[in-house]
């Protein structure tokens, strides 16, 4: 199932749409990717050595594919800045499964490179309540200019004690949020982001946003 699963996400850019630049095409590529198996170290299996060290807050749990990864208070796993994981003016996908049953006091940060203000940008995958929907999946990406662009899923609540499969994708129009196969759109036009920030999973750097729950495959393509 594992060997399945990894074959699966490393030929992402032969399955997903292909993004195209002035009449040429550029597959995507997998930058990172966590498979959530081991402990204190994050292991990124795509070969770029993007590994991540958990605070003892993150335990093994059953994942979504073998074992995962559960988030208490104080859990979070910090990858360091990399070049590789600033997407410029490219495509990039964020994806992650994720389970968790009580819904955020304020919002759960699920995984993200910078901080609103951050120099270069930033972009980030949440939970974010809204009026009507306690725990929505959320996607926000800004550029190097402050411009802004987020949308979120909609209304249903993902606090069920459920696996569900979030993907955040920014192209050159557009950001998208999908969440177990079905996406939401808006149209945006962003510039450049490249910050020398690390990533963050399960709270924001430096504390806040404490994320509760289990979270597992999770990975980054740029392209």
Same mark, same amino acid.
């Given at each position: 199932?594992?060997?399945?699963?990894?074959?699966?996400?490393?030929?992402?850019?032969?399955?997903?749409?292909?993004?195209?630049?002035?009449?040429?095409?550029? !597959?995507? +590529?997998?930058?990172?990717? #966590?498979? @959530?198996?081991? =402990? *204190? $170290?994050?292991?990124?299996?795509?070969?770029?050595?993007?590994?991540?060290?958990?605070?003892?807050?993150?335990?093994?749990?059953?994942?979504?594919?073998?074992?995962?990864?559960?988030?208490?208070?104080?859990?979070?796993?910090?990858?360091?800045?990399?070049?590789?994981?600033?997407?410029?003016?490219?495509?990039?996908?964020?994806?992650?499964?994720?389970?968790?049953?009580?819904?955020?006091?304020?919002?759960?940060?699920?995984?993200?490179?910078?901080? !609103?203000? +951050?120099?270069?940008?930033? #972009?980030? @995958?949440?939970? =974010? *309540? $809204?009026?009507?929907?306690?725990?929505?999946?959320?996607?926000?990406?800004?550029?190097?200019?402050?411009?802004?662009?987020?949308?979120?899923?909609?209304?249903?609540?993902?606090?069920?004690?459920?696996?569900?499969?979030?993907?955040?994708?920014?192209?050159?129009?557009?950001?998208?949020?999908?969440?177990?196969?079905?996406?939401?759109?808006?149209?945006?036009?962003?510039?450049?982001?490249?910050?020398?920030?690390?990533?963050?999973?399960?709270?924001?750097?430096?504390?806040?946003?404490?994320?509760?729950?289990?979270?597992?495959?999770?990975?980054?393509?740029?392209?």
């Amino acid at each position: 199932m594992r060997r399945a699963l990894r074959s699966a996400v490393l030929l992402a850019g032969a399955l997903f749409p292909v993004v195209l630049y002035t009449g040429t095409a550029e !597959a995507a +590529t997998v930058r990172a990717l #966590w498979h @959530m198996d081991s =402990l *204190p $170290t994050m292991t990124d299996s795509s070969g770029n050595g993007n590994n991540g060290k958990a605070t003892s807050a993150v335990t093994l749990v059953a994942g979504f594919s073998g074992k995962g990864y559960h988030f208490s208070k104080g859990g979070v796993v910090t990858v360091p800045d990399s070049n590789t994981l600033d997407p410029g003016t490219a495509t990039i996908r964020i994806t992650a499964h994720v389970r968790f049953t009580n819904p955020p006091g304020g919002d759960y940060d699920l995984i993200r490179k910078g901080l !609103a203000g +951050t120099k270069g940008g930033d #972009w980030k @995958m949440e939970i =974010l *309540p $809204t009026s009507g929907n306690p725990a929505p999946a959320y996607c926000l990406f800004q550029d190097a200019n402050g411009k802004t662009a987020h949308v979120s899923s909609g209304s249903v609540s993902l606090a069920n004690g459920a696996w569900h499969t979030i993907v955040c994708t920014k192209t050159s129009s557009s950001v998208t949020v999908t969440v177990d196969g079905t996406a939401r759109s808006v149209s945006a036009r962003l510039g450049s982001i490249s910050n020398a920030q690390p990533i963050a999973l399960g709270q924001k750097p430096g504390g806040g946003d404490q994320y509760i729950g289990d979270m597992d495959e999770v990975s980054i393509s740029i392209g």
